[in-house]
């Protein structure tokens, strides 16, 4: 069996994202996003982490349910240290593998990365607060977001707004 060094790891895992990007194929894109997962499981810690901070947000998104995957026992004191990384990118990889996790003990993490500059770590923090709320009935994830209703950002109302349309009474 061939044995691929992280380099040739990394250029094939680009190479996996830009055929998913390129397929119109819906079992196709599940098998290359499959492959990808499998390459990257491969990789170690700090080429995940690495990959976390990737500008391409398709790569972002896999590499951080990977980390989850793999590092879940270990990984929620180190994601809440990346939701004080300077790089916007970093913040949003920590904020999705914490939905990943999608646990009502995240509530607290997601409430302050609710607090982030960045609009785009806000959002993705609010749908992982939505999630808990309607998966596990949680009635603080509801009011938290309830909160955000009175949001200045008519972004975050209206997505707020949208994800509570969707919750019972």
């Known amino acids: 069996m061939l044995v691929m060094n992280v380099e040739d790891m990394i250029k094939t895992?680009?190479?996996k994202i830009e055929s998913l990007v390129n397929s119109?194929?819906?079992?196709?894109?599940?098998?290359?996003?499959?492959?990808?997962?499998?390459?990257?499981?491969?990789?170690?810690?700090e080429q995940v982490v690495e990959l976390m901070a990737d500008s391409d947000e398709l790569v972002r998104n896999i590499a951080a349910r990977v980390y989850?995957?793999?590092?879940?026992?270990?990984s929620l004191d180190f994601l809440c240290d990346l939701l004080n990384h300077d790089d916007e990118n970093?913040?949003?990889?920590?904020?999705?593998?914490?939905?990943?996790?999608?646990?009502?003990?995240?509530?607290k993490v997601l409430e302050k990365a609710v607090k982030d500059t960045?609009?785009?770590?806000?959002l993705r923090a609010l749908t992982g607060?939505?999630?808990?709320?309607?998966?596990?009935?949680?009635?603080?994830a509801k009011e938290i977001l309830q909160n955000f209703l009175q949001s200045e950002d008519i972004v975050i109302r209206e997505?707020?707004?949208?994800?509570?349309?969707?919750?019972?009474a």
Do not use: H, W
């Open 13 to 15: 895992i680009y190479s």
């Open 24 to 45: 119109n194929n819906s079992d196709e894109k599940n098998e290359i996003i499959v492959e990808t997962m499998k390459l990257m499981k491969e990789l170690g810690r």
């Open 68 to 74: 989850v995957d793999e590092y879940f026992d270990q």
């Open 90 to 107: 970093v913040r949003d990889s920590a904020v999705i593998s914490i939905c990943y996790m999608n646990t009502p003990e995240n509530l």
């Open 118 to 122: 960045s609009n785009f770590v806000k």
């Open 129 to 140: 607060i939505a999630d808990i709320a309607i998966d596990y009935s949680n009635k603080q």
């Open 159 to 168: 997505f707020v707004n949208d994800e509570l349309s969707l919750m019972p």
